[in-house]
């Protein structure tokens, strides 16, 4: 089988209501392991649904570099905040706390995400206070923050796409600020990889600038490469079944992958 897909939870999800998507974790084995990290990633779609190549083809890359590969299917819409985020920390969670079953470092674990799958990676890498729905067994008193996080063209704040905010929050659309990473950013907040393009015509790229001047102000460890060609929703750069080629944005797999030997994600 080439992933094990489990629930993140044994019975319902807090929170959970009728008409919701289940939250599962699917894990993906590396190939010939030599190391002992993990990347859970959580896919793009607006916080309306789960773009299926955000997942799977970023999960197969990173286990043939032997890396240990888990995607998220996180709630969105009808569920509102802060299910997502709920099932995005429970995942960081439940590898952690199985971290000897998997023969991963607990202190290796990286979060990524594309589009709104990147404002939730960043939203679990830097709220810190508790939520609605969390404690309700053992897991749950395993640390939730995540050691590094990857950030494809990414929805950061409001101004950079309002239908994620406005599909996350509901009525509450006018909170934006409490999930908006910029806001909630520390000195703590782990070392990002960031990407996007600056012809994104879906996601504003200055949202990804306006992170990324919080995090230099505030000493966190960033590496960020923004290209001059390419839309948005490109993953890997070439899937000629969706249309999809940008032989040029393609270079930020092997751009993450030297970022991950730096840190001693892939040995």
């Not at 839309?231 to 899937?239: D, F, K, M, Q, V």
Request: proline share 6%; with cysteine.
């Amino acid at each position: 089988m080439e992933y094990v897909k489990s629930r993140l939870w044994d019975g319902d999800a807090p929170l959970y209501e009728e008409g919701f998507d289940v939250p599962h974790i699917k894990y993906f084995p590396a190939k010939n392991k030599k190391c002992k990290s993990a990347v859970i990633n959580f896919a793009g779609g607006g916080y309306r649904t789960r773009a299926l190549y955000e997942c799977e083809s970023y999960c197969r890359w990173l286990a043939e570099r032997g890396i240990d590969a888990f995607d998220v299917e996180y709630r969105v819409k009808p569920a509102r905040f802060p299910c997502s985020l709920l099932d995005a920390r429970r995942a960081v969670r439940y590898v952690r706390a199985n971290s000897e079953k998997y023969g991963i470092d607990p202190q290796k674990i990286a979060v990524m995400g594309s589009s709104a799958g990147g404002h939730l990676a960043a939203l679990v890498s830097t709220y810190k206070f508790k939520i609605e729905g969390e404690g309700v067994d053992a897991l749950d008193e395993t640390d939730c923050m995540p050691n590094a996080q990857i950030l494809c063209y990414p929805v950061l704040d409001i101004n950079s796409h309002p239908g994620s905010f406005f599909n996350n929050l509901g009525e509450n659309y006018s909170s934006h600020r409490k999930i908006t990473p910029m806001y909630l950013a520390d000195r703590d907040t782990p070392p990002v990889f960031m990407w996007h393009t600056s012809s994104d015509p879906a996601v504003d790229v200055n949202g990804s600038f306006r992170y990324a001047t919080r995090l230099h102000e505030l000493g966190v460890e960033l590496e960020m490469h923004v290209y001059p060609v390419g839309g948005h929703g490109l993953g890997l750069g070439y899937y000629p079944d969706m249309n999809i080629n940008e032989p040029y944005v393609t270079t930020w797999a092997s751009d993450l992958e030297k970022w991950l030997k730096l840190h001693e994600y892939i040995k």
